[in-house]
């Protein structure tokens, strides 16, 4: 069934595309929905058009998919790493194979550019290839006790797992969830969200890599998500999304004292010093707040500028932010394409308005866009905005606006800037420029409250390198060796090789 889809895609174009498979996928197939009756279209966002309709699972059809799951956990488990690994990396190479038309698929659901689409499914194939690296070195340790005695840790596998995702990254949230789950031993059962259902195709490529039937599981739907917090038999939910939904998410579970990852929300700050390599701070600051036509979680959208160098710096972003070719998603040329909805398009362009009514100054964009080409004039699009004359009490400042719209505000001293930067409840990422100040940078960053700090570029996300919030932007970790214990849990046996020592 990936195969039609997928192989459908080398001819698409933008407008052209409806997908009539079923979304669901347990049991090592795609599965209907029980009923229809409350289908909801799903858009593509380039063109307003209607992709495909998501039908959300209801409670059956939950348990169904999580007892599929744990049939395919029992196996699963009992394989060594380097068997795992051995899977995980055939499902690596699938995606890689595939990537052109994963990307593709992936771009007629969420409208973003191509160009950054592609690096996102080569991030996902690395992604499940390192953790495929990291199976056969899930280990315990051995501890020496008196009398020869001695204990030693296992670390296990917690069962079945549940990934929510957002909209925002919706193959690459997959992977970066399944994978480490899948290394570790566990199953899981992943919820995309309902404006980005088709990540269903990751489904089919671990099931053709090898892996037993019901390991990764795809539901659909809202709600559905809180039906899986609540269900007793999952063990851990790893939720990517809002700060208030990631607090219900944690409530629910607390419910069956479930583990949980949160990766939540931010709005977070990047500091710009005057010592600086500017033509690298402006480029910084571009990839810090227009990928994803701004719809980045951890987006550097509060710019701190040293005043020194302020009217240098927004002459140059202003102009760069100007010439960003906004229009046709699929097409190499375009660097930003359509926001996810309608709806969320008027949330963005209301923020914008009101940042005007608090007295910021539009220093370019923040308008919707019809591009030229007739297809394309049902999308969601918008000009990238900078704005100037921000002050840290405006809404545009506190609030995570979630689209192109980069905030500026000059600062004095060092001090000052990490003090205004730290003001807020989030917490996920961070960044600095600053050329000649090497001990700057490093205290600057050890002072960021925030999960990430870039130093001299922004949003890098190698999988290496492990990625979560402070504060209220959440807690757990993706990427990178640590995330191996969010998915894991130890067990300590303890061995006596005398008589036992009885008080009774
Ligand atoms: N920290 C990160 O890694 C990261 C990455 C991407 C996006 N985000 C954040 O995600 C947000 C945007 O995504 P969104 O609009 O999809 O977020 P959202 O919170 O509206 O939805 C996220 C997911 O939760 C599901 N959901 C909704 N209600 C639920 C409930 N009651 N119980 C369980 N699940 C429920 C949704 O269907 C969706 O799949 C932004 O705040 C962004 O910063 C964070």
Not at 234 to 262: C, D, I, Y
Not at 328 to 357: E, N
Not at 380 to 402: A, G, H, R
């Given at each position: 069934?990936?195969?039609?889809?997928?192989?459908?895609?080398?001819?698409?174009?933008?407008?052209?595309?409806?997908?009539?498979?079923?979304?669901?996928?347990?049991?090592?197939?795609?599965?209907?929905?029980?009923?229809?009756?409350?289908?909801?279209?799903?858009?593509?966002?380039a063109?307003?058009?209607?992709?495909?309709?998501m039908?959300?699972?209801?409670?059956?059809e939950?348990?169904?998919?999580?007892?599929?799951?744990?049939?395919?956990?029992?196996?699963?488990?009992?394989l060594?790493?380097?068997?795992?690994?051995?899977?995980?990396l055939?499902?690596?190479?699938?995606?890689?194979?595939?990537?052109?038309?994963?990307?593709?698929?992936?771009?007629?659901?969420?409208?973003?550019?191509?160009?950054?689409?592609?690096?996102?499914?080569?991030?996902?194939?690395?992604?499940?290839?390192?953790?495929?690296?990291?199976?056969?070195?899930?280990?315990?340790?051995?501890?020496?006790?008196?009398?020869?005695?001695?204990?030693?840790?296992?670390?296990?596998p917690?069962?079945?797992?549940?990934?929510?995702?957002?909209?925002?990254?919706?193959?690459?949230?997959?992977?970066?969830?399944?994978?480490p789950?899948?290394?570790?031993?566990?199953?899981?059962?992943?919820?995309?969200?309902?404006?980005?259902?088709?990540?269903?195709?990751?489904?089919?490529i671990?099931?053709e890599?090898?892996?037993?039937?019901?390991?990764?599981?795809?539901?659909?739907?809202?709600?559905?998500?809180?039906?899986?917090?609540?269900?007793?038999t999952?063990?851990?939910?790893?939720?990517?999304?809002?700060?208030?939904?990631?607090?219900?998410?944690?409530?629910?579970?607390?419910?069956g004292?479930?583990?949980?990852?949160?990766?939540?929300?931010?709005?977070?700050?990047?500091?710009?010093?005057?010592?600086?390599?500017?033509?690298?701070?402006?480029?910084?600051?571009l990839?810090?707040?227009?990928?994803?036509?701004?719809?980045?979680?951890?987006?550097?959208?509060?710019?701190?500028?040293?005043?020194?160098?302020?009217?240098?710096?927004?002459?140059?972003?202003?102009?760069?932010?100007?010439?960003?070719?906004?229009?046709?998603?699929?097409?190499?040329?375009?660097?930003?394409?359509?926001?996810?909805?309608?709806?969320?398009?008027?949330?963005?362009?209301?923020?914008i308005?009101?940042?005007?009514?608090?007295?910021?100054?539009?220093?370019?964009?923040?308008?919707?866009?019809?591009?030229?080409?007739?297809k394309?004039?049902g999308?969601?699009?918008?000009?990238?905005?900078?704005?100037?004359?921000?002050?840290?009490?405006?809404?545009?400042?506190?609030?995570?606006?979630?689209?192109?719209?980069?905030?500026?505000?000059?600062?004095?001293?060092?001090?000052?800037?990490?003090?205004?930067?730290?003001?807020?409840?989030f917490?996920?990422?961070?960044g600095?420029?600053?050329s000649?100040?090497?001990?700057?940078?490093?205290?600057?960053?050890?002072?960021?409250?925030?999960?990430?700090?870039?130093?001299?570029?922004?949003?890098?996300?190698?999988?290496?390198?492990?990625?979560?919030?402070?504060?209220?932007?959440?807690?757990?970790r993706?990427?990178?060796?640590?995330?191996?214990?969010?998915?894991?849990?130890?067990?300590?046996?303890?061995?006596?090789?005398?008589?036992?020592?009885?008080?009774?």
């Amino acid at each position: 069934m990936a195969a039609s889809i997928l192989a459908s895609m080398p001819g698409a174009s933008t407008g052209s595309v409806v997908l009539t498979d079923p979304l669901n996928f347990w049991g090592g197939k795609r599965m209907k929905p029980r009923q229809d009756t409350n289908a909801e279209p799903v858009f593509e966002p380039a063109t307003g058009r209607v992709l495909c309709q998501m039908v959300p699972c209801g409670s059956q059809e939950v348990d169904e998919a999580v007892e599929s799951a744990r049939g395919a956990y029992l196996k699963w488990r009992e394989l060594s790493g380097t068997e795992r690994a051995r899977v995980m990396l055939e499902a690596a190479r699938i995606i890689r194979e595939r990537r052109d038309n994963i990307a593709k698929l992936e771009v007629i659901n969420n409208g973003k550019s191509i160009t950054e689409a592609l690096a996102d499914i080569d991030i996902s194939w690395q992604c499940v290839e390192y953790y495929a690296g990291l199976t056969g070195a899930l280990a315990g340790e051995h501890i020496q006790l008196p009398g020869g005695n001695f204990a030693y840790t296992r670390r296990t596998p917690l069962g079945v797992c549940v990934g929510i995702g957002a909209w925002n990254y919706p193959f690459q949230v997959a992977a970066w969830k399944s994978a480490p789950a899948l290394a570790c031993g566990n199953a899981m059962v992943f919820k995309p969200s309902p404006l980005t259902p088709v990540t269903v195709v990751l489904a089919e490529i671990y099931r053709e890599a090898g892996v037993p039937d019901g390991l990764f599981c795809v539901v659909q739907g809202g709600e559905t998500g809180a039906l899986l917090c609540r269900h007793p038999t999952v063990a851990k939910v790893s939720f990517t999304g809002s700060v208030p939904t990631g607090k219900k998410v944690m409530e629910m579970s607390a419910g069956g004292v479930k583990q949980v990852t949160l990766e939540l929300g931010g709005k977070s700050p990047l500091l710009i010093f005057k010592d600086c390599d500017l033509e690298n701070a402006v480029k910084g600051a571009l990839m810090a707040n227009f990928l994803t036509q701004g719809q980045v979680c951890c987006n550097g959208t509060r710019v701190y500028v040293q005043r020194e160098i302020l009217p240098q710096f927004l002459e140059e972003v202003v102009k760069r932010t100007k010439a960003i070719p906004v229009g046709d998603p699929l097409l190499d040329g375009t660097r930003m394409g359509a926001l996810i909805s309608r709806a969320h398009l008027d949330k963005v362009l209301g923020f914008i308005t009101q940042a005007q009514k608090q007295g910021a100054a539009v220093l370019c964009g923040g308008q919707p866009l019809v591009p030229a080409d007739p297809k394309l004039k049902g999308g969601y699009f918008m000009s990238p905005c900078v704005l100037d004359n921000c002050t840290d009490d405006m809404t545009c400042v506190k609030e995570e606006i979630f689209g192109p719209v980069m905030a500026v505000m000059a600062f004095d001293s060092e001090e000052e800037a990490i003090r205004r930067a730290n003001d807020t409840t989030f917490g996920l990422a961070s960044g600095v420029f600053t050329s000649r100040d090497v001990s700057r940078a490093h205290r600057v960053a050890a002072s960021l409250e925030a999960g990430t700090c870039y130093i001299n570029n922004y949003n890098i996300s190698p999988v290496e390198v492990p990625f979560g919030g402070y504060k209220h932007s959440g807690f757990g970790r993706e990427n990178g060796r640590a995330t191996m214990e969010y998915y894991s849990q130890l067990k300590a046996v303890v061995v006596e090789l005398g008589d036992v020592d009885s008080l009774f």
